[in-house]
């Protein structure tokens, strides 16, 4: 353009010289004016090309937020009628919650000039859906429609023969309780590999609905009210994949068309929070191509002996959070050569309820990999845990999150070769008397997790340090540390590690014990070689000090007790009549809980939109809390007795309406019963609002007065530290890092 233009001017310059040379001067007065309007338009001409090659349209109206990184659009708001013209950069384009009841090909010619891949449309008022509304948009790939609860399910079928090139389709949240049966039909020519149908409330579909989708890998159909599936006609399909999550199902749909043979070939399937109760064998038949199985949530109560055997290529196995439905696992239950990954976690499951089956619970797994037993109670003694796991050659991870663990056990990890992460968080270990048969010869391991426990000392004993310099990660927060010149070796190992990973160090290491050491950082514990220098005395005095100083408290002792056997014997006749409370049955006893929660009705919300968020399902812990936890048809006193039994610490959440409780007056009794015979370290006081300490009875003064308490804060920051310092006193491990 530009050049015609100069030709135009050249042109134009010729005529006029051959013009009569007596006009010349006003031929170039002419000439000048031409000038004067060609070169703006040469300009303008050229300003508009580059334009064109080097588009540079900003973002549309402040409903539309736009991200050029991503190439995603997204508009959201009532106000919004028309689609705007969007950027040039533009795949993605997302509608929330606008006015777009009627989508025609004309209503989408904005988007016609860019190369759209993915299109959503949620929640936008659409009733009506022209058949060849998308035909202009041919690079799209993948299409939502969703939470429009007035648009027709039978305006999809036209809509998909017009749109070839569509490979995912969501159709998910429009309330549609029936499916029409040729919705998807004619899609012989498809690309689709993905549908999903589901949070609808359909009650009936079956497979020949997909019969003709030849390319289809992928069905979601989550959330639904089916109960009964047919799946014939899914053998022209490509499906390999079918969500069945959160519906109606009692028992495990059946995958065999009516020749018995199977419907497809199925790799991952998920039946997750459904109403399955019983599982036999019988039960997977034609699917013999699974991978993936997910049962959690359901209410299955026993697991049979070789109920997944005719799953001969699984690999990956969930059973998690089916709770106290689950009543009896039987050996060889998890029969399966092929099985790499077994996810049986949160269940509360006993083993010790069936000690014959130790040994065949996870022997028939020769390939098994991940193991992660988090949530159940493993039984205490050596031989049985050594019965359970000594058979998993080759075992990689092994999990056993809050397991009740007293004690490790010897012998026990020397047998699992190929073991690379241990995780042992969460339980009441205390030690393992320095066995050198514990971690002696483990030489694979690379991930020790050992935070949250009763760990009070490591030394040279507990760890060979050849051992402890070939992990990659070492965890070992959230313990009860005595600072004492018995934890010098394992502060100075802490300091040289060079190749280990001190997972949380220094933040989540903190001295315990001695009491002048209390919520000191481990870091800034630094005994000195002349501190512990350990003195050889000479034998005489070793003698001196190891005979005569016992001897010397026995005599005084029994002098003070032969003085006042009198008053000592009534005063242990007084305090065995008068004594309240609980009594633990025995010293070992399993916690079902870790904190007991006295609070007064009037604070239910801080209990439940608080402290249960934080403590239960981001912490990890297990509080007792009377309105959720108390069984049903006991009386008052029983429950809190007995549940006061089974916890293993105290929240005490102090407030006005505390004070004018009568039960919570009962059960601050048992509380100051509990830490003169505990000690005040079970006790965690959590000052809700500021009291009247004139009014307050002198039992809660005494507490305030002999334990730290914390106080509730209005700002997020200061109730993160509150709820620090509370899983710090419950010994609970938060924000912990695991290897996948």
């Not at 170039?28 to 040469?42: A, E, F, G, N």
């Not at 004594?579 to 010293?587: A, K, S």
């Amino acid at each position: 353009m530009y050049c015609n233009s100069l030709c135009c001017g050249r042109s134009l310059f010729s005529a006029v010289k051959r013009r009569n040379r007596y006009s010349y001067l006003d031929t170039m007065d002419q000439v000048k004016r031409t000038l004067i309007l060609l070169v703006p338009l040469v300009f303008f001409q050229t300003w508009l090309h580059c334009v064109a090659l080097n588009p540079t349209r900003p973002c549309p109206s402040k409903q539309c937020k736009c991200l050029p990184d991503s190439k995603l659009v997204n508009c959201t708001g009532r106000a919004m009628t028309y689609i705007p013209v969007l950027p040039s950069y533009t795949r993605v384009a997302v509608f929330t919650k606008t006015t777009f009841p009627n989508i025609t090909a004309e209503f989408l010619s904005n988007l016609t000039s860019l190369n759209i891949r993915y299109l959503s449309f949620v929640d936008t008022l659409t009733e009506m859906l022209d058949s060849n509304a998308f035909v202009n948009l041919t690079n799209m790939t993948a299409l939502e429609i969703s939470r429009n609860y007035k648009l027709s399910p039978a305006m999809i079928s036209p809509m998909l023969l017009l749109t070839p090139r569509l490979q995912s389709v969501r159709l998910t949240s429009n309330n549609w309780q029936i499916i029409p049966e040729d919705m998807f039909k004619g899609s012989h020519s498809s690309s689709i590999h993905t549908v999903s149908l589901s949070n609808n409330a359909i009650e009936s579909i079956n497979g020949t609905y997909f019969s003709s989708m030849l390319n289809l890998q992928t069905l979601y159909l989550p959330n639904n009210k089916l109960s009964n599936l047919n799946l014939s006609g899914m053998e022209s399909t490509s499906i390999s994949y079918i969500n069945l999550n959160n519906n109606n199902f009692r028992r495990i749909p059946s995958f065999c068309g009516p020749d018995g043979h199977p419907t497809g070939k199925y790799k991952t399937l998920y039946l997750q929070q459904n109403d399955l109760r019983d599982l036999k064998a019988s039960s997977f038949q034609c699917l013999q191509f699974l991978r993936n199985l997910y049962l959690d949530r359901t209410f299955i109560e026993v697991l049979r002996r070789n109920t997944f055997v005719n799953l001969v290529k699984l690999q990956k196995l969930s059973l998690t959070h089916i709770g106290n439905h689950l009543s009896r696992v039987e050996g060889f239950a998890f029969n399966s050569t092929s099985l790499k990954y077994l996810y049986f976690l949160n269940n509360g499951y006993k083993f010790e309820r069936f000690p014959w089956y130790y040994g065949t619970m996870f022997s028939s797994l020769p390939n098994l990999m991940l193991l992660d037993l988090t949530g159940n109670v493993l039984p205490s003694e050596t031989d049985s845990l050594r019965k359970l796991f000594t058979s998993l050659n080759k075992l990689q991870k092994l999990v056993l999150q809050n397991t009740a663990l007293k004690a490790l056990p010897p012998n026990v990890f020397q047998h699992l070769p190929n073991l690379r992460s241990l995780i042992l968080i969460g339980n009441y270990i205390n030690g393992w008397n320095d066995d050198p048969e514990v971690f002696g010869n483990v030489t694979s391991l690379r991930s020790l997790y050992l935070d949250g426990n009763n760990i009070k000392l490591v030394n040279k004993t507990s760890f060979a340090e050849k051992f402890l310099n070939s992990l990659d990660k070492f965890c070992i927060t959230n313990n009860p540390f005595s600072c004492t010149c018995d934890l010098k070796w394992f502060v100075d190992w802490i300091k040289s590690a060079k190749n280990t990973t001190i997972v949380n160090y220094p933040r989540r290491y903190i001295c315990r014990f001695p009491p002048e050491m209390n919520n000191v950082l481990l870091m800034d514990y630094n005994p000195t070689t002349e501190m512990c220098l350990n003195v050889n005395y000479p034998l005489i005095r070793n003698i001196c000090i190891a005979v005569f100083v016992p001897s010397t408290f026995i005599l005084i002792a029994i002098s003070v007790i032969y003085k006042f056997r009198f008053w000592l014997n009534y005063w242990l006749h007084i305090l065995g009549i008068k004594r309240l409370g609980y009594t633990r049955t025995r010293d070992d006893a399993v916690y079902e809980y870790d904190a007991f929660v006295i609070y007064s009705n009037d604070n239910r919300d801080f209990i439940f939109g608080d402290m249960v968020p934080e403590l239960e399902e981001k912490g990890g812990c297990r509080l007792c809390i009377h309105e959720r936890d108390f069984e049903v048809g006991q009386y008052i006193m029983d429950n809190i007795t007995r549940k006061f039994e089974h916890s293993k610490n105290i929240i005490l959440v102090l407030s006005c309406g505390f004070l004018t409780s009568e039960w919570c007056k009962f059960e601050l009794t048992l509380t100051l019963s509990k830490t003169s015979q505990e000690g005040p370290g079970v006790l965690t006081v959590i000052l809700l609002e500021e009291l009247d300490t004139a009014r307050l009875p002198s039992s809660v003064r005494a507490i305030l007065d002999t334990v730290s308490y914390t106080k509730w804060s209005v700002d997020k920051v200061g109730q993160n530290k509150v709820w620090a310092k509370v899983l710090t006193a419950l010994n609970v491990h938060v924000n912990h890092e695991i290897d996948n």
